[in-house]
């Protein structure tokens, strides 16, 4: 059974600092990536995928993040971080194979970022 | 617009007090899923539907029902909803997964914040 873990539940930056969300996956089968976030009172929005091809996926917002096969990681990063960043953040994973049953996720990461 | 519309927004009920919570898309997916979030915990799959008829148990589906006679509905009944339920829900769909389909992923709803007195 697939699982996802994000190893922070909490992480505050400055504004204009770099940050990076830590997940890591556990899956005995190919998988899909992704990172959701969810702002306050709001429901969740895609900021980016990995399906296939490159590792290096580019989402919306100036965020990106990296498939890792070998250490079972998809980290998502941003370079610059604003206010308006403040979010919680989910990494979620499904299966590349078999049942289409589970979009599992994370705990959630909460970020904070601080003027 | 391509969206995936849950009903209501909030919900105050008391306990044993029968309830449906709506969830349609317009984007003619075949996958459509519940997942109820808590804090600590994210988000964890209530029930799934892979097809119109064909609905399963996903991770917590104690105390809740789902139908799916339609493709574009997928609603959730709480029919004795008890303050264990108190939380916020979430309805999403997708195209079923096709080998790296660059179309492949989830559009989720609002949500739906559900107090249970």
């Known amino acids: 059974a697939q699982s996802v873990t994000q190893l922070d539940s909490q992480v505050p930056v400055f504004e204009e600092a770099p940050v990076e969300l830590r997940c890591n996956y556990s899956s005995s089968v190919s998988v899909y990536l992704f990172w959701y976030v969810q702002y306050p009172n709001q429901g969740l929005q895609l900021l980016l995928k990995?399906?296939?091809?490159?590792?290096l996926v580019k989402g919306i917002n100036g965020f990106e993040a990296e498939f890792n096969k070998s250490q079972t990681s998809f980290h998502l990063r941003k370079p610059s971080v604003h206010i308006s960043d403040t979010a919680e953040y989910f990494c979620?994973?499904?299966?590349?194979?078999?049942?289409?049953?589970?979009?599992?996720f994370g705990s959630g990461t909460q970020l904070t970022v601080l003027p | 617009e391509a969206q995936v519309t849950q009903n209501p927004r909030y919900l105050i009920t008391v306990t044993g007090k029968k309830l449906t919570v709506t969830c349609s898309q317009n984007m003619n997916h075949e996958y459509m899923s519940w997942y109820r979030q808590d804090p600590g915990l994210g988000l964890r799959q209530i029930y799934y539907?892979?097809?119109?008829?064909?609905?399963d148990k996903g991770d917590v589906p104690e105390g809740y029902k789902v139908s799916r006679k339609e493709k574009r509905n997928f609603p959730l009944i709480l029919e004795s909803p008890s303050p264990n339920q108190t939380s916020l829900y979430f309805c999403?769909?997708?195209?079923?997964?096709?080998?790296?389909?660059?179309?492949?992923?989830?559009?989720f709803g609002s949500g739906t914040r559900l107090t249970v007195v």
């Open positions: 539907s892979m097809n119109v008829e064909v609905t």
């Open positions: 999403a769909s997708s195209f079923y997964r096709g080998q790296g389909a660059s179309n492949y992923g989830y559009t």
């Open positions: 990995y399906l296939s091809g490159s590792t």
């Open positions: 979620a994973v499904s299966e590349g194979s078999g049942s289409a049953r589970q979009l599992t």
